[in-house]
């Protein structure tokens, strides 16, 4: 039998990774010692301390039963009380936060609280595929804000026409910003809160790289700005934080209505994180924060290498701030899609073509930090020999 899909499903983004991923097969079976720089997932493991606190709370039945679908008192406190010491935030454990099965299934699911069919949504491009694809889900029309270098990849605000903006419901931001790995400031949040107040949007910000951060610097949290709670809530996890991206847990923390809001949807489609994992979050956001330290340390030096590499290709960039990306321009003659086949094709590494990112992706590709130094140094001198100096 056949089954006609919903709309819904069928107009979701077509999967542009598919004609790529044919050619790494194909190279695979050939027997290449395939690299992939593609996948943004940290490589190092979970710290031990996090991993025994799950192995010892498996063991109470107390956490076998069904699990709140807010997350426990204890998780939402723990939320609070590291937003007060990292950023200086308050939030009300009981009515600021809530649990989430990862902080993707929250950004899914906001869309099926705030949109009706063809309603408008604000949704960066180059833009992690969430933003869009729940708010598609939900029945609603993405309006793209392009990113562009020249303007450290903030979306313009002023440049959104002055209908659309009467019309948008929600917007989704996203710093530190995967996959640009830009970052945004005081100036910036600031104007963000204004304008949502002037066009009564509601403003949901990914955080989920705020603590994956170099050269000292320590990106801010879009609650600790004055008003924000008023506008909109911040999605988090402890995913990148402290390589836990496999274990599914996360949060939304701000305006009480909309966190409530969650919460109701979510309690009519699941039943929140197993007990355990809440625990092992908590011990990752109470416990030692000298993990997270060392993390960024060995991103840092992966960042170094590469950039430092490719500019000695003919690259002139610039190095990212915070997440575990660079995000850099093709050279002359090529698309995204056929910068990363000839990559792959010559040198036998994975690179994602910035088109997965949206249609401004168009003319970048992204590389994850997320692999060992010598196979990223590998990677590089592979890209060296074969490809070579590159022009712009
Ligand atoms: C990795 C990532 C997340 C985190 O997702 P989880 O569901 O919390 O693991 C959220 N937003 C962006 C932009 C990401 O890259």
């Not at 998780?75 to 590291?82: D, E, L, N, P």
């Not at 949901?204 to 170099?214: F, L, P, R, T």
Request: with cysteine; proline share 7%; hydrophobic share 40%.
């Amino acid at each position: 039998m056949q089954f006609e899909e919903a709309h819904r499903i069928k107009n979701l983004p077509p999967y542009l990774f598919a004609r790529i991923e044919k050619l790494i097969e194909e190279k695979r079976k050939a027997g290449v010692d395939i690299i992939s720089l593609g996948i943004g997932d940290p490589d190092k493991p979970t710290p031990k301390h996090i991993i025994e606190e799950l192995q010892q709370q498996a063991e109470n039945p107390a956490n076998h039963q069904y699990p709140s679908s807010v997350g426990m008192p204890a998780y939402r406190k723990a939320v609070a009380g590291w937003y007060q010491s990292r950023f200086g935030v308050e939030l009300d454990p009981a009515t600021e936060v809530v649990s989430l099965i990862g902080s993707k299934e929250g950004i899914g699911h906001i869309s099926w609280c705030y949109l009706n069919q063809g309603d408008t949504v604000l949704v960066p491009d180059p833009g992690y595929p969430v933003y869009a694809g729940g708010a598609i889900l939900a029945g609603a029309e993405p309006y793209y804000m392009p990113l562009y270098p020249e303007k450290g990849f903030l979306p313009d605000l002023a440049a959104i026409p002055t209908e659309v903006a009467r019309r948008a419901k929600m917007m989704f931001i996203n710093y530190p910003n995967n996959p640009t790995g830009a970052v945004a400031g005081e100036e910036f949040f600031n104007e963000v809160i204004s304008f949502a107040r002037e066009y009564n949007i509601l403003v949901c910000h990914d955080a989920a790289y705020s603590e994956m951060s170099y050269d000292g610097y320590m990106p801010p949290s879009f609650l600790q700005f004055p008003g924000a709670k008023d506008v909109g809530i911040e999605f988090h996890s402890v995913s990148k934080t402290y390589n836990m991206t496999g274990w599914r847990i996360g949060w939304a923390a701000g305006h009480p209505g909309v966190v409530e809001a969650l919460g109701r949807l979510k309690s009519n489609l699941d039943s929140g994180q197993f007990q355990a994992v809440q625990y092992a979050a908590i011990k990752g956001l109470t416990g030692p924060q000298d993990v997270v330290e060392q993390m960024r340390k060995v991103y840092q030096e992966r960042r170094d290498i590469l950039v430092d590499a490719l500019n000695d290709m003919g690259w002139k960039l610039e190095k990212p701030r915070a997440t575990f990306y660079v995000w850099a321009p093709v050279p002359a003659g090529h698309t995204s899609e056929s910068f990363a086949e000839l990559v792959l094709d010559k040198a036998g590494v994975v690179i994602t073509p910035g088109t997965g990112y949206g249609k401004n992706g168009e003319g970048f590709f992204r590389i994850a930090l997320t692999v060992e130094k010598h196979r990223l140094v590998e990677a590089l001198e592979r890209m060296k020999k074969n490809i070579g100096t590159v022009k712009f």
